[in-house]
């Protein structure tokens, strides 16, 4: 499955992060559960966003760099997005959304972040891996550890529970 995100992304116009995010799931899941016809698939997908400016995965350490700067002492928020397909048909979808403030933090710091973390840096967006040395970026933290991890799995096994898909 070979999905171009940020075509998608730029053609959602003014939907906001949160919506953004379940667009990139349900498209995932939408083509995904063409390839397997009557199977249950899910999509995940997850944006960050701080106040209106939305980030996607650095390049290269450069754009890592300046990412890193702008979240910086600020707040931003991370939605995460679930979709359950089966063929044509959503079956669930769920966004959550988490709220983190980054501490304020040198230049030297940041360099020395992005040389310990080297090209993990550049797989997730906002530069930072949470469960990993990411967290030292922190000093606060609210919402949900899976939905930080990106994927909202307390509704999603919920709704698996409900359908009969896991044991209850």
């Known amino acids: 499955m070979d999905i ?18 379940n667009l990139l799931a349900e498209t995932k899941a939408r083509a995904s559960a063409a390839g397997w ?18 980030f996607n995965k650095p390049d ?3 754009s890592a760099r300046e990412q890193l700067r702008a ?3 600020h707040s931003h928020e991370l939605h995460s997005a679930v979709v359950v397909a ?34 993990q840096a550049l797989a997730s967006v906002g530069s930072y891996q949470l469960e990993g040395l990411g967290i030292h970026l922190f000093e606060r933290i609210e ?6 991890l990106g994927l909202p799995l307390l509704p999603l096994l919920a709704f698996l529970r409900r359908c009969r898909l896991l044991a209850g």
């Open 4 to 21: 171009n995100e940020r075509a998608i992304e730029a053609s959602a116009g003014d939907l906001g992060p949160s919506q953004v995010a």
């Open 37 to 54: 016809p009557g199977r249950i698939v899910l999509g995940a997908d997850q944006t960050l966003a701080l106040e209106t400016r939305r």
């Open 60 to 62: 290269d350490r450069a």
């Open 71 to 73: 979240l910086a002492g």
């Open 86 to 119: 089966s063929g044509e048909d959503v079956l669930f979808a769920c966004v959550q959304s988490a709220r983190l403030t980054m501490r304020t933090m040198s230049d030297q710091f940041i360099e020395t972040y992005l040389d310990t973390t080297g090209s």
């Open 143 to 148: 919402g949900d550890h899976f939905t930080i």
